[in-house]
């Protein structure tokens, strides 16, 4: 029975230790995934943060917008007038 006692503490600390082990790793595993998910996992937006990048959005599509707009007129003005210079230097 001494052996069997014997074997059978040997056989316990060995699964002590295994566990021992394994939760260690586990730990380094679990830690190292929050570290990840932390960098890789899409936070959602908060609807005022959604709502602050959509006014900026329309703040700069205003802005492109009047600036077409503006050379828009400036091409046309040229073209108006450069017809019209032309006309009078033919009749010169």
């Known amino acids: 029975k001494t052996q069997e006692f014997k074997s059978l ?3 316990v600390s060995e699964y ?6 394994t939760n ?3 730990s380094a595993v679990l830690e ?3 570290k990840i998910k932390e960098r ?3 936070k959602p937006e908060t609807y005022e943060e959604r709502k602050a990048r959509r006014e900026a959005e329309i703040q ?3 802005e492109a917008l009047r600036t077409l707009q503006e050379e828009t007129a400036l091409m046309q003005r040229r073209k108006r007038g450069g017809g019209r210079r032309h006309s009078f230097l033919a009749a010169a």
């Open 24 to 26: 260690s790793e586990l």
């Open 16 to 21: 002590s230790s295994d566990r021992e082990a």
């Open 40 to 42: 890789c996992i899409a």
């Open 9 to 11: 503490d040997k056989t």
């Open 60 to 62: 700069g599509l205003k």
């Open 32 to 34: 190292y995934y929050a």
